[in-house]
């Protein structure tokens, strides 16, 4: 563990390109962080896995093993929490929801300026060190522990990415109201906005994980609205409005 104070962060650069991954890491010295260095898929996962880290910054193309690989295994095996920002050369919808679907929280495709990656990374940080009262939040048959960040449907429980939880405790908490796409995006990125695919491919996601597998979706799109999350089968209509509810307890 370093001995250098922290201030913004202490990060783990993963990134094969020694000059790139340099230039990076010297921009954010200056900003206060501290890096450590990685050039290889196989030592990213171990001292990823191994260290204290704010935050990780994933190449996608990585010698070893890939980017998608070791993001699949921090959340998986290593149960990771910390934030990931992915780096990758590909910018189609399919390689960003790829990305995103093994557990990244963020991606910059290449080429990207060094601003607009510490803004980023300053953003995930800033949100994973918040801290807010623990709630229980119900929509339907769906529960979401804001405490023990567990997330069950139908007594199944259900896996997320940190940005999915967000999202999810968003849409949980203003149900059956209707959340707009531009206060999702401002709430859960702040100033450095996403891309226009980013929030989209976090819905899908986050769609597919609370709603394929059953039967009544909870999710609901409202062409140039937004988003909504409420149980409006016939069942639900015929009982007492009650769409959602929250339990506050000591965090």
């Known amino acids: 563990m370093h001995a250098k104070k922290r201030r913004s962060g202490f990060?783990?650069?993963?990134?094969?390109?020694?000059?790139?991954?340099?230039?990076?890491?010297?921009?954010?010295?200056?900003?206060?962080?501290?890096?450590d260095y990685a050039y290889d898929g196989i030592t990213g996962l171990h001292l990823a896995s191994s260290n204290?880290?704010?935050?990780?910054?994933?190449?996608?193309?990585?010698?070893?093993?890939?980017?998608?690989?070791?993001?699949?295994?921090?959340?998986?095996?290593?149960?990771?929490a910390a934030p990931i920002l992915m780096l990758t050369g590909r910018n189609t919808l399919d390689d960003k929801v790829?990305?995103?679907?093994?557990?990244?929280d963020d991606y910059l495709c290449k080429p990207f300026d060094l601003r607009e990656l510490e803004a980023r990374l300053r953003t995930l940080i800033r949100r994973e060190r918040h801290q807010v009262s623990r709630e229980v939040l119900t929509v339907g048959d769906l529960t979401f522990d804001t405490g023990t960040l567990s997330v069950t449907r139908a007594e199944q429980e259900l896996t997320l990415s940190p940005i999915?939880?967000?999202?999810?405790?968003?849409?949980?908490r203003e149900s059956p109201r209707v959340v707009s796409r531009s206060?999702?995006?401002?709430?859960?990125?702040?100033?450095?906005?996403?891309?226009?695919?980013?929030?989209?491919?976090h819905l899908y996601i986050?769609?597919?994980a609370i709603d394929k597998p059953f039967?009544?979706?909870?999710?609901?799109?409202?062409?140039?609205?937004?988003?909504?999350?409420?149980?409006?089968?016939?069942?639900?209509?015929?009982a007492t409005p009650k769409a959602s509810g929250t339990t506050l307890a000591m965090a």
């Open 11 to 35: 990060v783990i650069l993963v990134e094969d390109n020694r000059q790139n991954a340099q230039a990076t890491g010297e921009y954010l010295e200056s900003q206060g962080y501290t890096v």
């Open 52 to 80: 204290d880290y704010d935050a990780v910054v994933l190449d996608g193309m990585l010698p070893g093993m890939d980017g998608l690989e070791v993001c699949r295994r921090l959340r998986g095996e290593h149960k990771l």
């Open 98 to 104: 790829a990305g995103l679907d093994t557990g990244a």
């Open 164 to 172: 999915g939880l967000r999202l999810l405790a968003i849409l949980m």
């Open 183 to 201: 206060r999702l995006e401002r709430e859960v990125w702040g100033e450095s906005l996403p891309d226009s695919d980013t929030l989209r491919s």
């Open 206 to 208: 986050l769609r597919r």
């Open 215 to 238: 039967a009544n979706p909870l999710m609901h799109t409202l062409p140039t609205a937004g988003y909504r999350l409420a149980d409006l089968s016939p069942a639900a209509k015929g």
